[in-house]
């Protein structure tokens, strides 16, 4: 195939997920990232901005005066300026470069940044775009404020509990590889996420062992197929690869096509040819394109005089910034562009909660039954009592902050009704049953084509940007998209009412 494995240098990302990129990267060295590759990469460049920003330049008031940071530039002798930055016994030390060799296998490591400790020896410290710990009550963990690392030598403790992630293992893991090459180890190891101002520690032997045994993989020698292969810059290479030889992958990614590979089962056809029922069935409709099907005959759908469809968008973990509703002739936002964390968030989230109320309580005095419809509850729940924990007690005016038991007693009701939960019971699909497969089968079809969550993250960030025409662009884009979310639960209501008209019954596919 062309690839030497032992000249292969690892990165971290190579260590999880699919191992084959390590193959195709030594394969086609000059694949430009995919868009989406591309998006992450500028939101991780922006929050490594965010980040070094805060870091001290110089020592505050009553430190001791002697403080050295070193920002090391991109470039060829980023290694080598590296150990020179140690030598140099550096506070604070960005931008490092190194290289190791564990067993037979080289890898190269970026660290954002390394902060010198108590004793002489350094905290790796690397910056993430996903929550690394969670404010929990009675749980514990070490961290410094990202404005005092390398000045505070010793972390205090928070009530935070650690959110593992193997990536940020592996980095941290390595990292203390190469500073005890040249005794610098501080057994520590340390990540910022979506919380800028917090550094949190964790011992950085944890992730060893598993390390080595990640390390030790040997490069696979033909692709499947798995969940980011939608997003690789490689896929292109893959498919053709998948397709001739009718992988099983391609229909069931990852793992999922286990128990069948054990059967002797690797292709598609293979799997419609073993009759196994549903399965076979589901593997017949995905390669004749027929993307729902019905599980029984008869199908029904809860509707009420007053139907409301809701839809949450949220940036990352960081907060919620639109709550979209739609009551079957008009679609209106709840929406603040003004950041996240604070009164404008929960303010929003007030006007909706009250707006959400009102209607609720005009149906009970006319009458008239009511219902509110989401697609996936999962999120919706997530952040109405997320943001009546944050916000709790607090007024905008006529807006209150509802208590969290108010919450819980409206999303437990019987007017909150889960479609997701619906769709499942009676259909079922070869490529899963989310709102943007199941939506178009009842015929509804999104204003902004292609754009999905991933887009919506990067449309957010340019959203709220000082680009004042670019942020229009952007805040249009999510209020159609988030609204046609909306319009399409109430399309798969109406589809499912009429008997899901299109979708074959299980088993009665094409052929």
Not at 23 to 52: C, I, M, W
Not at 289 to 299: F, G, H, T
Request: with cysteine.
């Amino acid at each position: 195939m062309g690839a030497n494995f032992e000249e292969l240098e690892l990165q971290p990302t190579d260590l999880v997920g699919c191992r084959y990129r390590q193959v195709q990267r030594h394969r086609y060295p000059d694949t430009e990232p995919s868009s989406v590759g591309q998006q992450r990469a500028g939101r991780l460049r922006a929050a490594r901005a965010e980040v070094f920003a805060l870091l001290p330049q110089a020592p505050a008031l009553g430190d001791p005066k002697k403080f050295l940071r070193i920002d090391i530039p991109d470039g060829e002798s980023a290694e080598f300026d590296t150990l020179e930055a140690l030598a140099a016994e550096a506070d604070l030390i960005t931008g490092v470069v190194f290289r190791g060799r564990s067993g037979e296998s080289s890898w190269y490591l970026e660290v954002d940044a390394l902060a010198r400790m108590a004793h002489g020896t350094y905290l790796p410290v690397i910056v993430s775009n996903h929550r690394v710990a969670r404010p929990r009550e009675g749980a514990s963990m070490l961290a410094i404020s990202t404005t005092r690392l390398g000045l505070a030598r010793k972390p205090t403790e928070l009530p935070y509990q650690q959110r593992h992630h193997a990536i940020d293992g592996y980095r941290l893991s390595l990292a203390a590889r190469a500073l005890a090459e040249v005794e610098l180890d501080s057994g520590w190891g340390a990540a910022i996420g979506q919380d800028r101002t917090k550094v949190f520690l964790a011992p950085s032997n944890t992730h060893q062992q598993a390390l080595d045994a990640a390390l030790q993989v040997t490069p696979p020698t033909q692709p499947r197929r798995v969940k980011e292969c939608d997003s690789c810059r490689y896929w292109s290479f893959c498919a053709p690869e998948l397709e001739a030889v009718d992988e099983i992958s391609l229909f069931l990614s990852g793992d999922r096509a286990q128990s069948y590979r054990e059967q002797g089962i690797h292709t598609v056809t293979g799997l419609i040819d073993a009759a196994l029922g549903e399965p076979s069935a589901l593997a017949r409709a995905w390669r004749d394109e027929i993307p729902v099907l019905r599980r029984r005959a008869q199908l029904q759908a809860p509707r009420a005089d007053v139907e409301i469809d809701i839809d949450v968008e949220a940036y990352l973990d960081q907060g919620a910034y639109l709550w979209g509703v739609f009551d079957g002739r008009e679609y209106l936002p709840f929406v603040t562009w003004e950041g996240l964390g604070g009164d404008a968030e929960g303010e929003n989230f007030a006007r909706f909660w009250t707006w959400l109320m009102q209607r609720r309580e005009q149906a009970a005095a006319a009458g008239e039954s009511f219902a509110a419809y989401c697609y996936s509850a999962h999120g919706e729940n997530h952040w109405m009592l997320g943001s009546a924990r944050r916000f709790a007690g607090k007024r905008y005016g006529d807006h209150r902050i509802p208590a969290e038991d108010e919450v819980r007693e409206f999303i437990s009701s019987a007017q909150w009704i889960d479609m997701f939960r619906l769709v499942k019971e009676q259909l079922v699909g070869p490529g899963g049953l989310g709102l943007k497969i199941v939506a178009p089968a009842a015929g509804f079809h999104w204003a902004e084509a292609g754009f999905d969550g991933e887009e919506s993250v990067h449309a957010y960030r340019i959203a709220v940007g000082e680009d004042s025409a670019a942020a229009a662009r952007a805040r249009a884009q999510l209020l159609s998209y988030n609204g046609d979310d909306c319009r399409a639960t109430a399309a798969v209501r109406a589809w499912l009412e009429a008997g899901a008209p299109g979708a074959p019954l299980l088993g009665e596919g094409r052929r």
